[in-house]
């Protein structure tokens, strides 16, 4: 069995060589602006250290792979276009869009750059795949966290292009490319903005009997002296309604697909892709390496069951819709 290629976050160049020294294929990152859905502060990359990191991974054997996935401003594109343009000047493994536009400007105005489409466009269905593949030349679509491993087999035999999967980290729970609960709160987009609950807006309260976690002044959670205090988010709020109190859309909990790598490898997925640009140096080592060791155990026909909980959030972990169990 081939081995999947294991995509990794690089959020800060220290990111980045811990990733590719650990094992990674490939990694992934954005440039320190509003045009990847990363757009935090202390995060992401200038063009020179973007020129350094192609060098390390090259001399290494791995690939670099620059993330433009959100979308531009009506009649203000200047920033996308210039970040692609520096990835043609750069000479990136793959440039990852989810914009029509910029992908059709990429196709044109750079036709030898590699193009893969970001999760952001939300693409889940063969008509819509082929129609990226046939008019912008897209080579492989990173797919939303919605189809099960059945799902993804059946597309894989409908389409021209690889698929790569998320295989570990955070869960979002609305449709990717579609998320407006953060910019409805705060005025910042995910989609538009690459920011999805912005530190700014931020803010933890100890009430004496717990902490308060709110965001842009909403109180999103409440936790108790002994609970583990998570990063507000509305999709991952804790609210209360009449008597009852819990997780309106997702609790706390993050995906991990190690179990199940054989069975993306024969429903013909090429790629997978751990999410955690935001996260640290030591998170990305120990994540990265457990990964190397389930693909090269799953390509060896084995299957490797991995002890990551304590990197999850709320600790623990969720095979999510690949197995849609609820169902």
């Known amino acids: 069995m081939k081995a999947l290629e294991l995509v990794c976050p690089a959020g800060t160049p220290a990111a980045l060589r811990v ?22 502060p202390g995060l992401n990359f200038s063009r020179d250290e973007l020129a350094e990191a192609l060098d390390y991974a090259h001399a290494r054997g791995a690939m670099v792979f620059l993330a433009v996935n959100t979308y531009a401003r009506a009649g203000d594109d200047a920033p996308w276009r210039a970040a692609i343009r520096s990835a043609s000047d750069l000479g990136v ?14 196709r044109d105005t750079y036709p030898d750059l ?50 790569e999967v998320f295989a ?28 999805c609950s912005p530190a700014s807006h931020v803010s933890y309260v100890d009430d004496g009997d717990g902490l308060t976690s709110r965001l842009a002044g909403f109180t999103i959670n409440r936790f108790g002296q002994t609970e583990q205090a998570g990063y507000p988010t509305l999709c991952k709020g804790r609210f209360k309604a009449g008597s009852d109190t819990g997780y309106l859309f997702e609790e706390p909990t993050s995906l991990d697909i190690s179990t199940i790598l054989p069975d993306l490898a024969r429903a ?13 140096k030591a998170y990305v080592k120990k994540v990265v390496e457990e990964f190397r060791r389930a693909v090269d155990t799953a390509a060896a026909g084995g299957r490797a069951r991995l002890d990551l909980a304590g990197l999850s959030e709320g600790q623990q972990n969720t095979t999510g819709a690949y197995a849609k169990k609820w169902m």
Request: include cysteine; proline fraction near 3%.
């Open 268 to 280: 013909g997925v090429t790629a997978l892709k751990i999410e955690g640009r935001q996260r640290g």
């Open 114 to 163: 590699r193009l893969h489409l970001s999760v952001q466009a939300s693409a889940s269905n063969a008509e819509a795949i082929n129609l990226y593949s046939h008019r912008f030349g897209v080579k492989r679509v990173v797919l939303p966290r919605v189809l099960t491993v059945p799902e993804i087999a059946k597309l894989n035999r409908e389409i021209e292009v690889e698929t």
């Open 168 to 195: 570990f980290g955070g869960m979002c729970p609305m449709a990717e490319g579609r998320c407006t609960l953060s910019s409805y709160v705060t005025g910042k987009s995910p989609n538009r903005n690459g920011v």
């Open 19 to 40: 990733a590719v020294d650990a094992g990674a294929d490939a990694v992934y990152m954005g440039f320190r602006d509003e045009t990847n859905a990363r757009n935090f």
């Open 93 to 106: 493994d793959a440039l990852i869009l989810a914009d029509i536009g910029l992908l059709a400007h990429a």
